[in-house]
T-cell receptor, first 115, second 112 residues
């Protein structure tokens, strides 16, 4: 089945220790997104790629970086995690159809714990 | 300003009772609207979407939603809820920059 896969599902890191979360998709979608979601809140968009074009949200901290080496994979790097970065990180994809007539498909998320 | 309002943070419904979750949006163009459901610790699953055409849209798991342009609303309904429907429900629309504008979510609690 075509899908969005996130690894690992649970990640524990130490304060200040870099961590990388991964996302892969078999949907061959043009757009990939990274969201941060804290408990009982809506997802917050961190950045997205349209193909190789990177789009950073204005309020995404510099501590967060992303890489998309090819269509299928996208990575979220947190350079120096703080306690406030503990959250669920969701990857999503969409075809990127013009005008917003588009649908995002979500992965199961990675739960990040910062000790 | 673009926004989605879900006025109910929590809703408690008895199993077997009907459900309506409210959603209002503010957007200067034709909205492409979505309802997503999220079970605890899980990702988001699309319940249904409205792009155009019939304003009553059917989704998965027996859900439906009605788009009312005059009221800027896209309320979600289900005639009879099951315990497995307990989850958080998010209303959203896609803007022209491929970004979803989200409501704050409504947590649905099912009473046995």
């Amino acid at each position: 089945d075509a899908m969005v896969i996130q690894n690992p599902r649970y990640q524990v890191t130490q304060f200040g220790k870099p961590v990388t979360l991964s996302c892969s998709q078999t949907l061959n979608h043009n757009v990939m997104y990274w969201y941060q979601q804290k408990s009982s809140q809506a997802p917050k968009l961190l950045f997205h790629y349209y193909d190789k074009d990177f789009n950073n949200e204005a309020d995404t901290p510099d501590n967060f970086q992303s890489r998309r080496p090819n269509t299928s994979f996208c990575f979220l790097d947190i350079r120096s995690p703080g306690l406030g970065d503990a959250a669920m990180y969701l990857c999503a994809t969409s075809m990127g159809l013009a005008g917003g007539r588009d649908e995002q498909f979500f992965g199961p998320g990675t739960r990040l714990t910062v000790l | 300003a673009q926004s989605v309002t879900q006025p109910d943070i929590h809703i408690t419904v008895s199993e077997g009772a009907s459900l309506e979750l409210r959603c209002n949006y503010s957007y200067g163009a034709t909205p492409y609207l979505f309802w997503y459901v999220q079970s605890p610790g899980q990702g988001l699953q699309l319940l249904l979407k409205y792009f155009s055409g019939d304003t009553l849209v059917q989704g998965i798991k027996g859900f439906e939603a009605e788009f009312k342009r005059s009221q800027s609303s896209f309320n979600l309904r289900k005639p009879s809820v099951h315990w497995s429907d307990a989850a958080e429900y998010f209303c959203a629309f896609m803007d022209s920059n491929y970004q979803l504008i989200w409501g704050a979510g409504t947590k649905l609690i099912i009473k046995p």
